[in-house]
């Protein structure tokens, strides 16, 4: 057995060194797949997390009167805490109201002459109201329209029941192309690995059918194969996975610097799924190397 093992892999490997270049087209091609796949998930990853940053901007608020007592701000903002799908709730006083409101229009001297001129301080006291949940939000804002308290000055929820309205369609649709062209290039990508292998064993079809002839087993005439396409899609994944952490490397500090105060980490997000990820897609790539060696040298063994 040992010495029947032995044939096989040295026969294989003769094979893969006899035949460098079609060696070198097949693992080029099962690369170029598995780059593309792996390009795909990144931007997947990339536009799930952009829709995570634009919803966590997602927020509600409440504006109150003017001459609200700190204990009716504090009641209320306990009630509203306590209701279902709030993450958290933010007082926001007249002064940091004015403090953020100058910031923002800092570069705006017009706005702030006209602040300047009304010599007092038109911004009203809010509550800002972070869901929990963003796709529950529609529920939680039809919650706030019935509370019925008279500090409360103005409620006015429509620009943010578009928004969530468009950022909810956004990712839908965003969700349904993305996984449609995976599918796509998923499926090309096999065709191509398919017909690739299949190329290889048809310049070896004259040594099958003698192999046969010669009255050589099934598993003597398979098993080079078999551990031909073993060889192909480990070289293949190894290089993949050596190209790949560079590019993610470099890729890395822009997006940082594009989701400044989100924690987005393409890197550590494939260092951590690492044998999901690389190692799902090496079975993957080494049952088509399997079946398409499988289907390919049977048609040359019949006699």
């Known amino acids: 057995m040992f010495l029947s093992l032995y044939r096989i892999v040295k026969f294989s490997f003769q094979d893969i060194v006899r035949n460098i270049w079609l060696t070198l087209v097949t693992i080029t091609i099962l690369l170029l797949a598995l780059f593309s796949i792996n390009i795909l998930i990144t931007v997947h ?7 995570a940053a634009v919803k966590d901007k997602i927020d509600i608020s409440l504006y109150l009167k003017s001459e609200t007592t700190d204990n009716d701000i504090i009641a209320l903002k306990t009630q509203i805490a306590n209701m279902d799908n709030v993450k958290s709730v933010v007082y926001i006083s007249k002064e940091a109201a004015l403090e953020s409101f100058r910031v923002k229009y800092q570069n705006n001297q017009e706005v702030l002459a006209a602040l300047k001129e009304l010599g007092r301080n038109p911004l009203s006291p809010s509550l800002t109201i972070i869901p929990a949940n ?6 939680l804002i039809n919650a706030l329209k019935v509370i019925d308290n008279p500090i409360i000055e103005s409620r006015d929820f429509s620009d943010n029941t ?10 839908k649709r965003v969700n349904e192309v993305g996984w449609f062209i995976i599918g796509i290039f998923i ?25 046969r002839l010669v009255g050589a087993s099934n598993f003597f005439i398979y098993m080079p194969y078999m551990f031909s396409a073993l060889v192909y899609s480990l070289f293949s994944t190894l290089i993949i996975i050596s190209i790949f952490y560079p590019f993610l490397t470099l890729l890395q500090p822009y997006l940082e610097v594009f989701f400044m105060g989100y924690n987005v980490n393409v890197l550590s997000y494939f260092v951590n799924n690492f044998w999901l990820i690389f190692g799902g897609q090496f079975l993957a790539i080494l049952f088509i190397n399997i079946v398409a060696s499988l289907f390919a040298v049977r048609k040359y063994a019949r006699i």
Do not use: C, P, W
């Open 45 to 51: 990853l990339i536009s799930d997390n952009a829709v």
């Open 134 to 139: 963003f796709e529950n939000s529609g529920n």
């Open 162 to 171: 578009v928004i969530l309205a468009k950022i909810n369609n956004i990712t």
């Open 187 to 211: 499926l090309t990508s096999l065709l191509v690995v398919y017909n690739a292998i299949r190329v290889a064993i048809y310049t070896h079809r004259q040594e099958i059918e003698i192999m």
